[in-house]
Protein backbone atom coordinates (compact mmCIF):
# COMPACT_ATOMS: atom_id res chain seq x y z
CA UNK A 1 0.00 0.00 0.00
CA UNK A 2 3.09 2.36 0.65
CA UNK A 3 4.46 1.51 -2.83
CA UNK A 4 1.44 2.25 -4.21
CA UNK A 5 0.77 5.81 -2.52
CA UNK A 6 4.73 6.74 -3.71
CA UNK A 7 4.64 5.48 -7.39
CA UNK A 8 2.10 8.25 -8.62
CA UNK A 9 3.19 10.96 -6.20
CA UNK A 10 5.25 12.72 -9.14
CA UNK A 11 2.66 11.98 -12.15
CA UNK A 12 1.29 14.68 -13.97
CA UNK A 13 -2.45 14.47 -15.80
CA UNK A 14 -5.82 13.93 -14.96
CA UNK A 15 -5.79 10.30 -15.68
CA UNK A 16 -3.45 7.09 -14.02
CA UNK A 17 -1.00 5.50 -16.85
CA UNK A 18 -3.73 2.35 -17.35
CA UNK A 19 -6.82 4.29 -18.08
CA UNK A 20 -5.11 7.19 -20.15
CA UNK A 21 -3.46 4.16 -22.20
CA UNK A 22 -7.08 2.60 -22.63
CA UNK A 23 -8.55 5.97 -23.57
CA UNK A 24 -5.74 6.86 -26.12
CA UNK A 25 -6.89 2.98 -27.91
CA UNK A 26 -9.95 3.73 -27.92
CA UNK A 27 -9.14 7.48 -29.78
CA UNK A 28 -7.40 5.95 -31.97
CA UNK A 29 -10.46 3.74 -32.97
CA UNK A 30 -13.11 6.78 -33.31
CA UNK A 31 -11.55 8.19 -36.66
CA UNK A 32 -13.50 5.72 -38.14
CA UNK A 33 -16.81 7.16 -36.89
CA UNK A 34 -18.54 10.42 -38.16
CA UNK A 35 -20.74 12.60 -35.95
CA UNK A 36 -23.09 14.98 -37.11
CA UNK A 37 -24.68 17.39 -34.91
CA UNK A 38 -28.39 16.95 -34.42
CA UNK A 39 -28.99 20.63 -33.98
CA UNK A 40 -29.94 21.63 -30.52
CA UNK A 41 -28.96 24.48 -28.87
CA UNK A 42 -26.52 23.12 -25.87
CA UNK A 43 -24.56 21.17 -29.28
CA UNK A 44 -24.30 17.96 -27.37
CA UNK A 45 -26.42 15.95 -29.09
CA UNK A 46 -24.88 13.78 -31.83
CA UNK A 47 -26.07 11.14 -34.58
CA UNK A 48 -22.74 8.95 -35.23
CA UNK A 49 -22.87 6.95 -38.03
CA UNK A 50 -20.31 4.49 -38.98
CA UNK A 51 -20.55 -0.18 -39.16
CA UNK A 52 -22.18 -2.32 -38.05
CA UNK A 53 -24.87 0.72 -37.11
CA UNK A 54 -25.75 3.85 -36.41
CA UNK A 55 -25.68 5.33 -32.50
CA UNK A 56 -26.75 8.53 -30.17
CA UNK A 57 -24.80 10.53 -27.57
CA UNK A 58 -25.64 12.92 -25.71
CA UNK A 59 -22.37 14.93 -24.18
CA UNK A 60 -24.49 16.69 -21.67
CA UNK A 61 -25.65 13.28 -19.61
CA UNK A 62 -22.61 10.89 -20.67
CA UNK A 63 -24.65 8.89 -22.79
CA UNK A 64 -24.51 6.58 -25.13
CA UNK A 65 -26.83 3.98 -26.54
CA UNK A 66 -23.87 1.21 -26.75
CA UNK A 67 -23.48 1.73 -23.13
CA UNK A 68 -19.89 1.41 -22.71
CA UNK A 69 -19.27 4.97 -21.39
CA UNK A 70 -21.50 4.01 -18.83
CA UNK A 71 -20.41 0.73 -17.52
CA UNK A 72 -16.27 1.91 -17.55
CA UNK A 73 -16.58 5.57 -16.97
CA UNK A 74 -14.08 6.22 -20.03
CA UNK A 75 -15.83 7.82 -23.09
CA UNK A 76 -16.18 5.24 -25.86
CA UNK A 77 -15.38 5.29 -29.58
CA UNK A 78 -18.70 7.13 -30.32
CA UNK A 79 -18.19 9.65 -27.60
CA UNK A 80 -14.81 9.93 -28.96
CA UNK A 81 -15.96 11.10 -32.33
CA UNK A 82 -18.46 13.40 -31.06
CA UNK A 83 -16.03 15.31 -28.83
CA UNK A 84 -13.38 15.30 -31.55
CA UNK A 85 -16.06 17.39 -33.44
CA UNK A 86 -16.82 20.04 -31.10
CA UNK A 87 -12.85 20.10 -30.28
CA UNK A 88 -13.09 19.09 -26.37
CA UNK A 89 -10.50 16.67 -24.88
CA UNK A 90 -11.75 12.96 -23.65
CA UNK A 91 -9.90 12.98 -20.34
CA UNK A 92 -12.10 15.79 -19.62
CA UNK A 93 -15.02 13.54 -19.82
CA UNK A 94 -13.92 10.25 -17.96
CA UNK A 95 -15.71 9.32 -14.69
CA UNK A 96 -14.30 10.84 -11.24
CA UNK A 97 -13.49 7.50 -9.48
CA UNK A 98 -11.14 7.11 -12.37
CA UNK A 99 -9.02 10.15 -12.42
CA UNK A 100 -5.68 10.61 -10.41
CA UNK A 101 -7.25 12.38 -7.58
CA UNK A 102 -9.25 9.49 -6.63
CA UNK A 103 -6.42 7.40 -6.55
CA UNK A 104 -4.44 9.59 -4.45
CA UNK A 105 -7.33 9.67 -2.01
CA UNK A 106 -7.67 6.26 -2.28
CA UNK A 107 -3.43 5.62 -0.73
CA UNK A 108 -3.72 8.55 1.53
CA UNK A 109 -4.30 6.51 4.70
CA UNK A 110 -1.63 4.16 6.03
CA UNK A 111 -0.90 1.51 8.21
CA UNK A 112 0.65 1.46 11.90
CA UNK A 113 3.31 -1.06 12.47
CA UNK A 114 2.19 -3.86 14.52
CA UNK A 115 5.19 -5.58 16.83
CA UNK A 116 5.61 -9.26 17.20
CA UNK A 117 3.28 -11.53 19.63
CA UNK A 118 6.44 -11.54 22.19
CA UNK A 119 5.65 -7.78 22.87
CA UNK A 120 2.31 -8.16 23.23
CA UNK A 121 -0.07 -7.12 25.59
CA UNK A 122 -1.41 -9.59 28.23
CA UNK A 123 -4.82 -9.27 29.02
CA UNK A 124 -6.69 -9.84 31.93
CA UNK A 125 -9.49 -11.49 30.85
CA UNK A 126 -10.08 -14.83 29.99
CA UNK A 127 -8.82 -16.44 26.71
CA UNK A 128 -11.20 -17.13 24.01
CA UNK A 129 -12.01 -20.83 24.16
CA UNK A 130 -12.04 -22.27 20.48
CA UNK A 131 -14.81 -24.07 19.32
CA UNK A 132 -15.42 -27.94 19.70
CA UNK A 133 -14.37 -30.10 17.28
CA UNK A 134 -17.11 -32.09 15.79
CA UNK A 135 -15.87 -35.68 14.80
CA UNK A 136 -17.86 -37.86 12.89
CA UNK A 137 -19.15 -41.70 14.44
CA UNK A 138 -16.73 -44.16 13.30
CA UNK A 139 -13.18 -44.71 12.67
CA UNK A 140 -11.81 -42.09 10.32
CA UNK A 141 -10.69 -44.01 7.26
CA UNK A 142 -7.68 -44.16 6.11
CA UNK A 143 -8.10 -45.85 2.67
CA UNK A 144 -9.12 -43.68 -0.12
CA UNK A 145 -12.35 -43.09 -2.01
CA UNK A 146 -12.84 -45.56 -4.58
CA UNK A 147 -14.82 -44.56 -8.11
CA UNK A 148 -18.17 -46.61 -9.21
CA UNK A 149 -16.26 -48.13 -11.63
CA UNK A 150 -13.92 -49.38 -9.55
CA UNK A 151 -14.57 -53.01 -7.78
CA UNK A 152 -14.55 -52.91 -3.97
CA UNK A 153 -12.39 -55.46 -2.29
CA UNK A 154 -14.11 -59.00 -0.93
CA UNK A 155 -12.31 -59.39 2.16
CA UNK A 156 -14.24 -57.80 4.76
CA UNK A 157 -18.06 -58.54 4.86
CA UNK A 158 -20.22 -55.91 4.06
CA UNK A 159 -22.50 -54.76 7.12
CA UNK A 160 -26.00 -55.86 6.78
CA UNK A 161 -28.55 -53.32 5.34
CA UNK A 162 -31.34 -52.44 7.80
CA UNK A 163 -34.46 -50.89 6.43
CA UNK A 164 -37.38 -50.18 8.75
CA UNK A 165 -40.50 -52.50 8.48
CA UNK A 166 -44.00 -50.87 8.08
CA UNK A 167 -46.60 -51.08 11.07
CA UNK A 168 -49.23 -52.88 10.42
CA UNK A 169 -52.36 -53.68 12.26
CA UNK A 170 -52.54 -57.47 14.14
CA UNK A 171 -53.88 -59.93 11.59
CA UNK A 172 -56.78 -62.04 12.23
CA UNK A 173 -57.41 -65.79 10.90
CA UNK A 174 -60.16 -66.39 9.16
CA UNK A 175 -60.24 -70.16 10.10
CA UNK A 176 -59.65 -70.12 14.36
CA UNK A 177 -60.56 -66.47 14.61
CA UNK A 178 -57.65 -66.03 16.73
CA UNK A 179 -55.18 -62.43 16.69
CA UNK A 180 -51.29 -62.98 15.29
CA UNK A 181 -51.30 -64.95 11.92
CA UNK A 182 -53.25 -65.77 9.04
CA UNK A 183 -55.10 -68.43 7.87
CA UNK A 184 -51.96 -69.63 5.54
CA UNK A 185 -50.01 -69.73 8.81
CA UNK A 186 -52.95 -71.18 11.05
CA UNK A 187 -51.29 -74.60 13.16
CA UNK A 188 -55.17 -75.73 13.47
CA UNK A 189 -55.89 -75.67 10.14
CA UNK A 190 -52.55 -77.70 9.07
CA UNK A 191 -54.04 -80.57 11.22
CA UNK A 192 -57.16 -80.70 10.09
CA UNK A 193 -55.86 -80.85 6.48
CA UNK A 194 -53.38 -83.57 7.28
CA UNK A 195 -56.29 -85.50 9.13
CA UNK A 196 -58.88 -85.61 6.36
CA UNK A 197 -55.62 -86.08 3.39
CA UNK A 198 -54.61 -89.30 5.91
CA UNK A 199 -58.68 -89.64 5.94
CA UNK A 200 -59.17 -89.62 2.21
CA UNK A 201 -55.75 -91.67 1.79
CA UNK A 202 -57.09 -94.83 3.53
CA UNK A 203 -60.48 -94.48 1.45
CA UNK A 204 -58.58 -94.42 -1.16
CA UNK A 205 -56.44 -97.39 0.01
CA UNK A 206 -59.57 -99.63 0.91
CA UNK A 207 -61.02 -98.90 -2.38
CA UNK A 208 -57.94 -100.19 -4.54
CA UNK A 209 -57.70 -103.29 -2.74
CA UNK A 210 -61.91 -103.88 -2.85
CA UNK A 211 -60.65 -103.61 -6.79
CA UNK A 212 -58.07 -106.07 -7.09
CA UNK A 213 -60.06 -108.48 -4.99
CA UNK A 214 -63.78 -109.32 -5.88
CA UNK A 215 -64.39 -111.67 -3.45
CA UNK A 216 -63.68 -109.98 -0.42
CA UNK A 217 -65.86 -107.07 -2.00
CA UNK A 218 -68.68 -109.35 -2.00
CA UNK A 219 -67.84 -110.63 1.17
CA UNK A 220 -68.10 -107.19 2.51
CA UNK A 221 -71.50 -106.05 0.52
CA UNK A 222 -73.42 -109.13 1.97
CA UNK A 223 -71.94 -108.44 5.45
CA UNK A 224 -73.21 -104.77 4.70
CA UNK A 225 -76.74 -105.85 3.46
CA UNK A 226 -76.99 -108.19 6.31
CA UNK A 227 -76.10 -105.50 9.00
CA UNK A 228 -78.83 -103.10 7.28
CA UNK A 229 -81.28 -106.03 7.51
CA UNK A 230 -80.40 -107.05 10.84
CA UNK A 231 -80.93 -102.86 12.03
CA UNK A 232 -84.53 -103.12 10.13
CA UNK A 233 -85.93 -106.41 11.74
CA UNK A 234 -84.93 -104.96 15.16
CA UNK A 235 -86.95 -101.64 14.28
CA UNK A 236 -89.50 -103.34 13.12
CA UNK A 237 -90.02 -105.71 16.89
CA UNK A 238 -89.21 -102.33 19.00
CA UNK A 239 -92.56 -101.13 16.75
CA UNK A 240 -94.87 -104.09 17.37
CA UNK A 241 -93.63 -104.19 21.35
CA UNK A 242 -94.88 -100.45 21.70
CA UNK A 243 -98.17 -101.25 20.36
CA UNK A 244 -100.08 -103.04 23.64
CA UNK A 245 -103.42 -101.39 22.75
CA UNK A 246 -104.49 -104.43 21.57
CA UNK A 247 -104.47 -108.64 22.79
CA UNK A 248 -102.18 -109.33 19.82
CA UNK A 249 -99.20 -107.40 20.88
CA UNK A 250 -98.43 -110.95 22.38
CA UNK A 251 -98.54 -112.63 19.06
CA UNK A 252 -97.08 -109.80 17.28
CA UNK A 253 -93.98 -109.82 19.72
CA UNK A 254 -93.95 -113.67 19.35
CA UNK A 255 -93.87 -113.80 15.42
CA UNK A 256 -91.46 -110.52 15.45
CA UNK A 257 -88.86 -112.67 17.72
CA UNK A 258 -89.05 -116.00 15.34
CA UNK A 259 -88.37 -113.65 12.15
CA UNK A 260 -85.05 -112.85 14.25
CA UNK A 261 -84.10 -116.06 15.26
CA UNK A 262 -84.92 -116.87 11.61
CA UNK A 263 -82.63 -114.24 10.41
CA UNK A 264 -80.15 -115.21 12.68
CA UNK A 265 -79.63 -118.53 12.05
CA UNK A 266 -79.08 -118.49 8.53
CA UNK A 267 -76.31 -118.62 6.84
CA UNK A 268 -73.85 -115.03 6.06
CA UNK A 269 -73.41 -116.66 2.18
CA UNK A 270 -76.99 -117.44 1.35
CA UNK A 271 -79.83 -114.83 1.76
CA UNK A 272 -82.66 -115.11 4.06
CA UNK A 273 -86.33 -114.01 3.95
CA UNK A 274 -88.03 -112.17 6.46
CA UNK A 275 -91.88 -113.60 7.17
CA UNK A 276 -93.87 -109.57 7.86
CA UNK A 277 -97.10 -111.43 7.82
CA UNK A 278 -99.25 -111.41 10.82
CA UNK A 279 -102.22 -113.56 12.35
CA UNK A 280 -106.11 -112.98 11.44
CA UNK A 281 -108.37 -113.08 14.49
CA UNK A 282 -111.43 -113.45 13.87
CA UNK A 283 -113.05 -110.82 16.44
CA UNK A 284 -113.10 -107.29 15.13
CA UNK A 285 -111.94 -105.75 17.85
CA UNK A 286 -108.55 -108.31 17.31
CA UNK A 287 -108.35 -107.03 13.65
CA UNK A 288 -106.40 -103.94 14.27
CA UNK A 289 -102.96 -103.88 12.57
CA UNK A 290 -99.68 -102.68 13.79
CA UNK A 291 -98.22 -100.02 11.34
CA UNK A 292 -94.96 -99.71 11.14
Same mark, same amino acid.
Given at each position: ?31 ? *???? *?????? +? ?24 ? *? ?36 ? +? ?11 ? *? ?172
Amino acid at each position: MAKNKVKLDNHLGLLPPVIKSRLEKVRKESRH *WHAI *WSGDTG +YEKFEVHGRPTNHVVDLGKRLCTCQF *WMLTGIPCVHACAALARVNKHPEDFCHKLITIESYKET +YKYHINPIPGQAF *WEQSQFNKPLAPPIKRKPGNLQTKRRKDSDEVSSSSKKSKPVTALKRQLRPFTCKYCLQKGHTKRGCEKKREADAAQAAADAAAAAKAAEAAKDPKNASAQATATAQATTTDTATASASASATATATPNATTTATATANANITINSAPIGQASEIDLSQPICSEPEDSQKVQF
